[in-house]
């Protein structure tokens, strides 16, 4: 029998999530202070209005329900994940859709939702004469959404239900036993990235290419902030074609694979211990490799691409681009479009796969990948092997782990909820009269949290596709688990007793 | 010298037709189909932005000829579409008193861009842009009159953060969203 959540339950829910929600007025300070800084007033007023509105969210929350009357289980912190992916982008809309630079609303909850999901898919319109302080919140929605919200929340915020709230966002690797310890060691190697970064990206800037040193640091702070969190928005409409730096590109790709590092590697070399015998290290690197070969033997074979400079610079770049999950692009939309056979192949794959887990890129995962290429490959074995041999289940991944029927189960049913999700965009487009190659390859894009487009993505796309990748980058970003337990909620409320 | 001459016209007989006249090429028929471009002399027209990358003896800038360069959107009352540019690489002798690239409240200077298309060149690792071989100022860069910010949002921003801040200082533990 289904029991229908209490009034407190819905309380506590909605008083969690509106403290949430009141850190982004936090967030909304940096581009706040930019605007002002640079005159822009518009902008300026519908920052403050955005603040405005989320301190009133989370006063009146609190209003609600008392602070020491509040219940927090592992059901409701899974459901105020899944709430909080969908009302924070909803908030974040603000500034974006009063800056009008977007044809419809849901156009500018679109690129809310791409950002906070770092997936870069972006329907905004002459980007290139927009408010740098508009701009820069795009970005900042990248940088929050990659980090995680909630996990920003729980930087200030722990208690009984950090755990829900922390695994809810599809983290699983806790570094420290404290959640609230480890939501702080992400942000610090995130702060620490982020001093390195802006600061070589600004200096290549300003001496590499000429930009002013003020111009410089805008694009290396929204760059950053791209691909770092492997987000792939850009300032510009050209993307990374903008820069046309071999060294420039050479800083991203670092940035990139930074950003598709799991924090618990980024723990371990913070810590001086190697990742070399980590089972999801040798698989992304071995992904990446056949990924990339795949590409390079597409692009050569179809012609579109035949000096070994260009291979590299553009095969490798792209499919580092997809696998790491951050979208930047070289070549324009048209180019990445003609991309066919095994070049679309090894990009689509390498989108689909993803980058590490409690990392900040989309996709299946390494771990996924690597857990079930060792259980099939058990399998095997056991047949092989005289009966009564014993095979040892067992895989490395910050220690020895134990390869349980559980673990295996769990790892098949999310990879093929994976692929069911990466299908059900594609239907969809398939349904509006797109090709099977181009509504495969958005849907991955958008599912996986990877950003490269292929054209569908733009403002004059069907309105129920838009919905369709809204939800693909909400259920791709939080791992299904948080979903199943918001629509279980749902479901109970409605139909319990 | 004949056999120049041939393969001069040769040349010039493989050029579409559109690039051999004086009339310019829409840079998205140069991105939809670049093949027909590729290594012809092309012009094209429009607003340069973003910067100048100047990097030595050569320039680099996207060009953009979308429909914002006749009328930006913060004069328009709706985004009319999304922008189309491409690079465009020329002598820095070339630059001129052009004034600021396009960006927010600017309207970057208009250019009439003449060159040599070079879709995924090979010597710079597969780029596509316009190597220059004229470039005219049309029209100098120039700020774009706005209508005064309203304070509405930004009256509504501070009384909604003030009335919030006051509840929430009405409680025991203030601030109760830093603390969990």
């Known amino acids: 029998?289904?029991?229908?959540?209490?009034?407190?339950?819905?309380?506590?829910?909605?008083?969690?999530?509106?403290?949430?929600?009141?850190?982004?007025?936090?967030?909304?300070?940096?581009?706040?202070?930019?605007?002002?800084?640079?005159?822009?007033?518009?902008?300026?007023?519908?920052?403050?209005?955005?603040?405005?509105?989320?301190?009133?969210?989370?006063?009146?929350?609190?209003?609600?329900?008392?602070?020491?009357?509040?219940?927090?289980?592992?059901?409701?912190?899974?459901?105020?994940?899944?709430?909080?992916?969908?009302?924070?982008?909803?908030?974040?809309?603000?500034?974006?859709?009063?800056?009008?630079?977007?044809?419809?609303?849901?156009?500018?909850?679109?690129?809310?939702?791409?950002?906070?999901?770092?997936?870069?898919?972006?329907?905004?319109?002459?980007?290139?004469?927009?408010?740098?302080?508009?701009?820069?919140?795009?970005?900042?929605?990248?940088?929050?959404?990659?980090?995680?919200?909630?996990?920003?929340?729980?930087?200030?915020?722990?208690?009984?239900?950090?755990?829900?709230?922390?695994?809810?966002?599809?983290?699983?690797?806790?570094?420290?036993?404290?959640?609230?310890?480890?939501?702080?060691?992400?942000?610090?190697?995130?702060?620490?990235?982020?001093?390195?970064?802006?600061?070589?990206?600004?200096?290549?800037?300003?001496?590499?290419?000429?930009?002013?040193?003020?111009?410089?640091?805008?694009?290396?702070?929204?760059?950053?902030?791209?691909?770092?969190?492997?987000?792939?928005?850009?300032?510009?409409?050209?993307?990374?074609?903008?820069?046309?730096?071999?060294?420039?590109?050479?800083?991203?790709?670092?940035?990139?694979?930074?950003?598709?590092?799991?924090?618990?590697?980024?723990?371990?070399?913070?810590?001086?211990?190697?990742?070399?015998?980590?089972i999801e290290v040798r698989t992304i690197l071995t992904t990446l490799g056949i990924t990339v070969g795949v590409t390079v033997v597409g692009l050569v074979s179809t012609g579109f691409l035949k000096d070994p400079y260009s291979l590299v610079r553009i095969g490798l770049f792209h499919v580092l681009s997809a696998h790491s999950g951050t979208g930047f692009a070289t070549i324009s939309t048209h180019d990445l479009a003609s991309w066919s056979g095994l070049a679309f192949a090894g990009v689509a794959i390498a989108m689909a796969l993803g980058g590490m887990s409690s990392s900040t890129a989309g996709g299946v995962k390494a771990l996924r990948v690597a857990v079930a290429v060792r259980a099939m490959a058990d399998t095997v074995r056991e047949a092989l092997l005289p009966d009564g041999a014993v095979v040892g289940r067992t895989y490395r991944h910050h220690g020895t782990r134990r390869l349980t029927p559980m673990l295996t189960r769990s790892v098949f049913a999310i990879s093929l909820l994976y692929v069911a999700l990466y299908l059900s965009g594609a239907f969809v487009a398939l349904a509006y009269g797109y090709d099977l190659q181009p509504a495969l390859f958005e849907s991955i894009s958008a599912s996986a949290a990877v950003g490269l487009s292929v054209g569908i993505t733009n403002p004059t796309m069907p309105v129920l596709l838009e919905i369709v990748y809204i939800l693909q980058m909400w259920i791709g970003r939080l791992e299904f688990i948080a979903i199943a337990a918001l629509i279980g909620f749902t479901i109970s409320t409605a139909f319990g007793k | 010298m004949r056999l120049v001459a041939l393969l001069t016209l040769i040349g010039l007989l493989s050029v579409p037709a559109a690039a051999l006249a004086d009339e310019t090429v829409p840079v998205s028929s140069l991105l939809a189909n670049p093949g027909a471009f590729d290594q012809t002399v092309v012009t094209v027209r429009g607003e340069i932005v973003g910067d100048y990358g100047r990097r030595g003896d050569i320039v680099w800038v996207q060009v953009n000829d979308d429909p914002y360069v006749d009328l930006p959107l913060v004069q328009r009352t709706h985004p009319v579409g999304t922008n189309t540019g491409i690079a465009v690489r020329y002598p820095v002798a070339m630059q001129g008193d052009f004034g600021r690239p396009g960006v927010y409240r600017i309207r970057g200077p208009i250019v009439q861009v003449t060159g040599i298309f070079r879709h995924l060149d090979p010597e710079t690792g597969g780029i596509t842009y316009i190597q220059a071989t004229d470039l005219t100022l049309l029209s100098a860069s120039e700020r774009v009159p706005i209508p005064a910010a309203s304070p509405v949002p930004a009256l509504v921003g501070a009384v909604l953060t003030l009335g919030g801040l006051y509840a929430m200082s009405r409680r025991r533990d203030m601030f109760p969203f830093v603390r969990w």
């Open chain 1, 1 to 278: 029998m289904l029991l229908r959540p209490a009034l407190d339950d819905h309380r506590s829910i909605a008083n969690d999530l509106g403290r949430i929600i009141g850190v982004l007025a936090i967030a909304a300070l940096a581009p706040l202070a930019w605007a002002i800084g640079k005159g822009e007033w518009a902008s300026a007023g519908t920052f403050v209005l955005l603040i405005g509105l989320t301190v009133a969210t989370a006063a009146f929350a609190d209003r609600i329900v008392p602070v020491r009357k509040r219940t927090v289980n592992w059901s409701h912190g899974m459901v105020v994940a899944a709430l909080t992916w969908l009302v924070v982008p909803a908030y974040s809309t603000v500034p974006l859709w009063m800056s009008g630079y977007y044809g419809r609303w849901i156009d500018s909850y679109f690129d809310a939702m791409s950002g906070l999901t770092t997936t870069g898919l972006s329907l905004v319109q002459d980007v290139d004469h927009m408010p740098e302080s508009v701009n820069l919140w795009r970005h900042m929605l990248q940088f929050l959404g990659g980090q995680g919200i909630v996990l920003a929340a729980l930087m200030f915020l722990a208690g009984s239900g950090a755990l829900s709230l922390f695994e809810g966002e599809g983290r699983e690797h806790r570094m420290f036993p404290n959640v609230r310890t480890t939501a702080r060691f992400i942000w610090m190697v995130s702060a620490a990235h982020a001093l390195i970064g802006i600061t070589i990206l600004t200096v290549d800037g300003a001496a590499g290419q000429g930009f002013g040193v003020e111009r410089a640091f805008f694009h290396a702070i929204t760059v950053f902030m791209a691909a770092f969190d492997t987000g792939g928005f850009s300032p510009m409409s050209t993307s990374i074609a903008y820069y046309d730096s071999v060294v420039f590109e050479a800083i991203v790709g670092v940035l990139m694979i930074a950003g598709a590092m799991s924090f618990g590697l980024h723990h371990a070399i913070w810590h001086r211990r190697t990742g070399g015998g980590n």
